[in-house]
């Protein structure tokens, strides 16, 4: 019998993933409840042919270089921003992730960051436990009205296109920018402006774009400058989208009225950071994913793609199918 091909995983999956290795391959599987560090990945993957990784882990040349029988990176994430792509494809190593299955589950997280920024949900409960509330004030809490509002949606993909069609409830006027006019947008009926249109008549901005060169830093302080004084910031995409020193100074300076954020830089974000002082500031542990129907999902599609890229096959969600001398695929 030949052998199992031999895999890597840097995080304990959910037993429905594992089993799906099982039996199949040789898995080595990191038991700590954080990351392994850098040094650990580059030592145990040496001899794999198959690493699964989490975002949180930094795959790079010298990762690769320790495994030179490595056939696939599976990502179990949409993003892979964490992962030297042109380093993998000039090594023919193809690299995966976990596409559409937590699209409604992070347009879920949004909407509800959206709405607890709007209305000042943690601040109030803050608010209150603290003893602070002595009586019933006109003006006291007041926030932004949802419904009705203009949302701004940058990046009108699977993700983007949910936050939209939630936004249809609460009768909200929808803008959008992307690299290109969507066609699904008339449907759910959305505008096409350019980025900084989209900016000045916002009430809220969404950021729903990858992380790449173009988008690295994309909201500086010149869009934080156009946005209206009243208008607040929503960001579940990555936290390198936004300059985080020029968010912070707009917030605090009150040029724009709050921000909520489930991703941000560093990660994990220390207690002490001064973006954790301000109170139009709406933080979450990077928790868009996080319903344990969808990590159980996203856990078993990064376990399919191993198995698959291990056994030989062309997996599902190859993100550089150039690595198997293929076109790219046109992105979403």
Request: glycine share 10%; charged share 20%.
């Amino acid at each position: 019998m030949p052998n199992k091909p031999r895999v890597y995983v840097t995080r304990r999956l959910p037993h429905e993933a594992l089993s799906v290795l099982s039996g199949k391959t040789d898995t080595t599987l990191w038991e700590g409840e954080l990351p392994p560090a850098w040094e650990e990945i580059i030592r145990s993957v040496s001899g794999c042919q198959g690493l699964l990784s989490l975002l949180t882990d930094v795959i790079d040349e010298r990762v690769m270089d320790a495994a030179p029988g490595l056939r696939i990176i599976s990502n179990m994430a949409v993003g892979y921003n964490n992962i030297d792509v042109p380093a993998a494809t000039k090594r023919g190593i193809m690299v995966t992730n976990t596409p559409g299955v937590l699209t409604e589950t992070t347009a879920d997280l949004t909407f509800a960051l959206l709405l607890a920024t709007a209305r000042r949900l943690t601040e109030a409960s803050e608010f209150l436990r603290q003893g602070r509330w002595k009586t019933w004030s006109p003006m006291a809490l007041t926030g932004l009205d949802v419904y009705g509002a203009t949302l701004g949606i940058i990046g009108f993909g699977r993700i983007g296109q949910a936050v939209a069609r939630r936004a249809s409830g609460f009768n909200m006027r929808v803008l959008y920018t992307d690299r290109r006019e969507r066609p699904e947008a008339t449907e759910i009926g959305a505008q096409f402006v350019s980025l900084d249109g989209l900016l000045r008549a916002s009430d809220i901005v969404s950021l729903h774009v990858p992380l790449t060169e173009e988008t690295w830093g994309l909201i500086g302080q010149q869009q934080l400058g156009l946005m209206k004084t009243e208008a607040i910031l929503i960001n579940t995409a990555r936290g390198e989208v936004v300059d985080q020193d020029a968010l912070m100074d707009a917030l605090r300076h009150r040029r724009i009225g709050g921000a909520g954020l489930d991703v941000m830089v560093p990660e994990p974000l220390p207690p002490d950071h001064p973006l954790c002082d301000l109170d139009n500031a709406v933080l979450l542990p990077h928790i868009g994913s996080a319903s344990v129907a969808t990590r159980t999902k996203m856990a078993v599609i990064a376990a399919r793609n191993l198995l698959a890229g291990v056994s030989g096959e062309s997996p599902p969600n190859l993100v550089n199918p150039e690595a198997l001398g293929g076109k790219p695929e046109p992105g979403n």
